[in-house]
């Protein structure tokens, strides 16, 4: 069974400081998926990057990057310059390939950007 | 693309009632999912459709949970005898397969009273 560990339960950040969300999940599986979700206070979950863990490659994507490290299993999450917009809470989600291809979260990590 | 929608938004029922719920997936989207979030929580998965064929249930849909989609298109999710432990946000989710991403609705926030 897979299982994610995200052990920052709140952040508290001042708006345009840079902040790192952490991901450490467990699986048997060789390959998976990795995503992360943003839930803002609206309360809709918002597809934020999926990740093939034969990808090892970092992603930027504007302000937001992504680390992968397979070797330690993590896959964290850092924004840079935050926004009061970014106050929400993400979950990182691993996902068995193929099958019912369903995520498991964790209990995320809620995020307050402060002006 | 109108995205995944949920109805109700909101149910308020009495212990003991029955309850039942509607998501209208992503039309060209084949799979669907119902998740279940209680407060402070990630969502936890409950089951999942394949077109109309239901393929997983998660342990914690007890008997008293049915779920549906008899044409794979939309879903319904049934809670009978409703209990206090039922509160929670029931969201829906769909997506194309090969592992992209899924889309969520708004959800449906169940208040058992």
């Known amino acids: 069974a897979q299982k994610v560990t995200q052990a920052q339960t709140e952040i508290s950040v001042v708006e345009k400081e840079d902040v790192t969300l952490d991901c450490v999940y467990e699986?048997?599986?060789?390959?998976?998926?990795l995503f992360w979700y943003k839930q803002p206070p609206s309360g809709e979950l918002v597809f934020l990057i999926r990740?093939?863990?034969?990808?090892?490659q970092n992603e930027i994507s504007g302000r937001y990057s992504w680390n992968f490290q397979k070797s330690t299993s993590s896959f964290n999450f850092t924004i840079t310059a935050s926004q009061v917009v970014d106050s929400a809470v993400y979950f990182c989600?691993?996902?068995?390939?193929?099958?019912?291809?369903?995520?498991?979260f964790g209990k995320g990590t809620k995020l307050t950007v402060n002006p | 693309d109108t995205g995944v929608s949920q109805d109700p938004r909101h149910k308020i029922t009495k212990r003991g009632q029955n309850v039942t719920f509607r998501c209208d997936p992503i039309?060209?989207?084949?799979?669907l999912y119902w998740y279940r979030q209680t407060l402070g929580q990630g969502p936890e998965f409950l089951t999942y459709?394949?077109?109309?064929?239901?393929?997983?249930k998660s342990r914690l849909l007890s008997d008293r949970f049915s779920a549906e989609r008899p044409k794979g298109s939309f879903s319904t999710l049934e809670i009978q005898r409703t209990e206090q432990g039922d509160s929670a946000m029931y969201l829906c989710?769909?997506?194309?397969?090969?592992?992209?991403?899924?889309?969520f609705g708004n959800g449906t926030r169940l208040t058992v009273t």
């Open positions: 989710a769909s997506s194309l397969g090969g592992n992209s991403p899924l889309h």
């Open positions: 699986t048997r599986d060789t390959t998976y998926y």
């Open positions: 990740r093939n863990s034969f990808d090892e």
């Open positions: 989600a691993p996902a068995r390939r193929g099958g019912s291809e369903k995520l498991v």
């Open positions: 039309s060209e989207h084949n799979r």
């Open positions: 459709f394949q077109n109309e064929a239901q393929l997983e």
